[in-house]
């Protein structure tokens, strides 16, 4: 028999699935040293949560948080509700001695994202952010590419993510319009993925100089019972000077009409470039001046050959993986490192540093002017 890791879930929606389905798929898929049992499930709404549960079989619910974590029965917390309650959670996690994964961002603010960190290297255990875009295979050999010098000095990082679904005046308050519950809107949401990836793929961000807006001010109630005022940027744009010298920019916007979840990676280097869009996400675009004059154009690179970081574990090449799968593949390291005593990363100090920028952003876009992004963690 193998050794269990029995999961505690928090938060039902959008990323409980996305998780719930990982766990289901992941020892599937690849031949892990252990196996993940989903014991508990966490939500609110009663009706909901037992639909949930059934849907993907969790073993139990719980209606509070404080009492899935106080468990005996369970060795992972997963951290999958809306960013003010990442912070309590995470902590009393890792008291409770529970390996923790949170979604991102991973908090509200870089205060809150040190006492995770502190709580978690307290406490010994493992600890991961869900930046899930670190384990599409595309992304993985794009680092791969330029770790090993093939686009040379990276002079440019220019990442968009696009989204289209508050352009409609009618869209529904929630808590994604709301500084309190949120921290941030479009910003932390989204420029927390591209920060995330800028870090891995080029290093660290010394200084930024931000806009942020919101566009509409007022969005209905659900059930018609009046009007929310929203509270969280609808777009932030901000420019970035990398500590290696070179230079970024990040837009990060829900009002990018037409677009559905566009997220554009260019990374220009002395050697080469790269080009990523999620959308095509098997996909990565490459540029090398080592080619021959005449023959050199951005290739289009299918990332589906078994050679390909976690493909061997899918389908023969040319039969393309989803998005779903970049959490199926992070649940896996997650295992293994649990199942080995060690790290995985991306980890809380990675959120943490990410979220620095994140509010180096937000002081500079306030303050007007270039704000530096603190040195050390
Ligand atoms: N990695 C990604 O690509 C990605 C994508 C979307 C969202 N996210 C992140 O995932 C998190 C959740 O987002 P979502 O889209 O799933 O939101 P959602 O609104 O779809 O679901 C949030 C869930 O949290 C639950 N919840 C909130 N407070 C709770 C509490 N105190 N106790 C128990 N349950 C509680 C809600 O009831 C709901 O089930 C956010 O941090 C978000 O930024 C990540």
């Known amino acids: 028999m193998k050794e269990e890791i029995a999961v505690g879930i928090v938060g039902t929606k959008f990323m409980g699935r996305a998780h719930s389905n990982a766990y289901i798929d992941v020892a599937h898929f690849f031949d892990l040293p252990v196996s993940p049992v989903m014991r508990v499930a966490c939500g609110r709404n009663v009706p909901d949560l037992e639909a949930f549960a059934r849907q993907f079989g969790w073993e139990s619910t719980e209606t509070s948080w404080e009492r899935l974590v106080a468990r005996d029965d369970v060795d992972l917390v997963d951290i999958c509700t809306s960013n003010v309650t990442h912070m309590p959670i995470a902590v009393a996690a890792a008291k409770a001695g529970k390996h923790v994964f949170c979604e991102k961002p991973i908090a509200m603010n870089a205060d809150e994202a040190r006492q995770m960190l502190d709580a978690a ?25 330029i770790d090993a010098g093939k686009i040379g000095a990276v ?44 870090r891995y793929l080029v290093g660290e961000i010394e200084a930024v100089s931000g806009a942020q807006e919101i566009f509409i001010r007022e969005r209905p109630l659900a059930g018609g019972a009046g009007v929310g ?52 996400l098997n996909e990565l675009k490459f540029y090398s001046r080592a080619d021959a004059d005449q023959e050199r154009g951005y290739r289009t690179i299918m990332v589906t050959e078994s050679s390909h970081p976690f493909i061997s574990a899918w389908w023969p090449p040319g039969h393309i993986i989803g998005w779903e799968h970049t959490f199926i593949h992070e649940v896996r390291d997650l295992l293994l490192a649990i199942d080995a005593g060690e790290a995985v990363y991306p980890d809380f100090f990675d959120g943490l540093r990410c979220q620095q920028v994140l509010d180096a952003a937000v002081a500079s876009s306030v303050a007007g002017r270039w704000v530096a992004v603190p040195a050390e963690a």
């Open 155 to 198: 002079r440019h990082f220019n990442a968009v993510y696009y989204q289209d679904w508050l352009v409609d005046p009618d869209y529904e308050f929630n808590w994604r319009h709301d500084v309190k519950e949120g921290g941030s809107g479009a910003h932390g949401d989204m420029n927390a993925h591209t920060v995330d990836l800028a």
């Open 229 to 280: 005022a929203v509270t969280a940027d609808d777009a932030t744009g901000f420019l970035a000077r990398f500590r290696d010298g070179a230079l970024g920019s990040f837009m990060a916007t829900r009002f990018a009409t037409g677009r559905k979840n566009f997220l554009r990676l260019e990374v220009f280097g002395s050697e080469g470039g790269l080009v990523f869009n999620l959308e095509r």
């Open 121 to 145: 290297c307290e406490a010994g255990v493992r600890h991961m952010v869900a930046f899930n875009y670190r384990r599409v295979p595309a992304i993985m050999l794009a680092k791969g590419l």
